[in-house]
């Protein structure tokens, strides 16, 4: 079974450009959180979706941040008009729901925006 | 709210030297408390966990203690080796972990041979 997948895994943005960052949760897994990890920092939850639902957007950015999981395909974080301060590492994890509820991390974006 | 607060690194060890690193959350209620570690270049994996009050999580030598009166999770190991190099997070979550990740700000560790 393979784990969760991110791509890509680096990203280099222009400040102003937009970033797409993908995650394909594990196979079964039905729950998709998204973090970041600011250097030298711990990880920050941004959003917590299921398919087609955003559960807790708490820690999501007011503007040029949004997420999405659709029924199919993987999940999006998009960044709109990036600046220097989204330089980071983003994380999703995955978990199965249903009374199993660890969370799987995959090997995360580095985006730097120049 | 929830917060996690965690001992600073970086901490650096000789070989089969004995390891704590200190965590203390804040949070209502009972929440499930977690270690996980990451190593260079690769995202963070569960290394144990613990649900309730007086349960000792323990993975691969390492052990962490529930202790709600002190609201505390230390990281344990007996004998530290070159390849435990990484750095570790103390994380909270509500709901047995089906909600978000509250995290530490990690303790980067490194062994020496």
């Known amino acids: 079974n393979a784990g969760v997948m991110q791509n890509p895994r680096h990203l280099v943005r222009r400040r102003g450009q937009e970033a797409r960052l993908r995650c394909s949760p594990m196979?079964?897994?039905?729950?998709v959180y998204w973090y970041r990890q600011l250097p030298e920092e711990g990880l920050k939850f941004m959003v917590y979706?299921?398919?087609?639902?955003?559960?807790?957007e708490s820690g999501m950015p007011k503007e040029r941040f949004s997420a999405e999981f659709p029924k199919e395909g993987p999940s999006i974080l998009r960044i709109q008009q990036v600046v220097r301060g989204d330089s980071a590492a983003y994380f999703c994890?995955?978990?199965?729901?249903?009374?199993?509820?660890?969370?799987?991390f995959g090997p995360g974006t580095r985006l730097t925006v120049t | 709210g929830d917060s996690v607060t965690q001992m600073e690194g970086p901490v650096t060890l000789s070989e089969e030297a004995f390891l704590t690193i200190n965590c203390t959350y804040t949070?209502?209620?009972?929440?499930?408390l977690f270690w996980y570690v990451q190593y260079p270049g690769e995202g963070l994996q569960l290394l144990l966990k613990?649900?309730?009050?007086?349960d000792k999580g323990s993975n691969k030598g390492f052990e962490a203690t529930y202790r709600k009166e002190t609201t505390s999770f230390h990281l344990e190991k007996g004998s530290v080796q070159v390849s435990d190099s990484a750095v570790y997070f103390c994380?909270?979550?509500?709901?047995?972990?089906?909600?978000?990740?509250?995290f530490g700000t990690g303790t980067r560790l490194t062994i020496i041979p």
């Open positions: 994890a995955s978990s199965p729901g249903q009374s199993d509820y660890e969370q799987y």
């Open positions: 196979k079964g897994h039905s729950h």
């Open positions: 979706l299921q398919k087609e639902n955003i559960i807790d």
């Open positions: 949070a209502t209620g009972y929440p499930s």
């Open positions: 613990a649900t309730k009050a007086d």
């Open positions: 994380a909270l979550s509500r709901n047995f972990g089906n909600e978000k990740l509250t």
